[in-house]
T-cell receptor, first 113, second 112 residues
Framework: NAGVMQNPRHLVRRRGQEARLRCSPMKGHSHVYWYRQLPEEGLKFMVYLQKENIIDESGMPKERFSAEFPKEGPSILRIQQVVRGDSAAYFC???????????FGQGTRLTVV | KNQVEQSPQSLIILEGKNCTLQCNYTVSPFSNLRWYKQDTGRGPVSLTIMTFSENTKSNGRYTATLDADTKQSSLHITASQLSDSASYICVVSANGNTPLVFGKGTRLSVIA
């Protein structure tokens, strides 16, 4: 059973471009969380999804950011018109239900130049 | 407001020594508390998970304690090794739809 897979591991985008970050949860996990981590800082919650539904997006900026977790395929975190301040590590975690242990992927490091 | 506070922010210890990291939380209603280890540039890896009724849980040289009355937890590392150098993150889960609440972590450096 492979762990949580995130790709790409590293992503470089120019200001104004779009960034798409993918997260494939562990097999059997229908709950996905996205977190952002700035250098030298802790993990900040962005959005919590459960197959096709957004349960909590209170940590996600209202503009330019969106997330989805379709019935088939990975969860996608999409950042439109990226700015330098979007540069960070984005981590995805999955769990089989809301209270069970969450397993993290290795993250995608986004650099906006 | 649901919050998790960790102390110290950073810690340097000699290889072979023990150390204890602290976590205080105000998350309610409480479901469980988890400690994660995050190596630089990697994703967090779970060390322990404790529910309301559990006071202590061990994972090798790591022992976590939980006092649900005072809303405090600690992570004790015994006979530290250089590979223990990492950030240790306390995470509390609440019942309902509230997401996991993360502390900012304690950055531990073990030196020879």
């Amino acid at each position: 059973n492979a762990g949580v897979m995130q790709n790409p591991r590293h992503l470089v985008r120019r200001r104004g471009q779009e960034a798409r970050l993918r997260c494939s949860p562990m097999k059997g996990h229908s709950h996905v969380y996205w977190y952002r981590q700035l250098p030298e800082e802790g993990l900040k919650f962005m959005v919590y999804l459960q197959k096709e539904n957004i349960i909590d997006e209170s940590g996600m900026p209202k503009e330019r950011f969106s997330a989805e977790f379709p019935k088939e395929g990975p969860s996608i975190l999409r950042i439109q018109q990226v700015v330098r301040g979007d540069s960070a590590a984005y981590f995805c975690a999955s769990s089989p239900d809301r209270v069970a242990e969450a397993f993290f992927g290795q993250g995608t490091r986004l650099t906006v130049v | 407001k649901n919050q998790v506070e960790q102390s110290p922010q950073s810690l340097i210890i000699l290889e072979g020594k023990n150390c204890t990291l602290q976590c205080n939380y105000t998350v309610s209603p409480f479901s469980n508390l988890r400690w994660y280890k995050q190596d630089t540039g990697r994703g967090p890896v779970s060390l322990t998970i404790m529910t309301f009724s559990e006071n202590t849980k061990s994972n090798g040289r790591y022992t976590a304690t939980l006092d649900a009355d005072t809303k405090q937890s600690s992570l004790h590392i015994t006979a530290s090794q250089l590979s223990d150098s990492a950030s240790y993150i306390c995470v509390v889960s609440a019942n309902g739809n509230t997401p996991l609440v993360f502390g900012k972590g304690t950055r531990l450096s073990v030196i020879a």
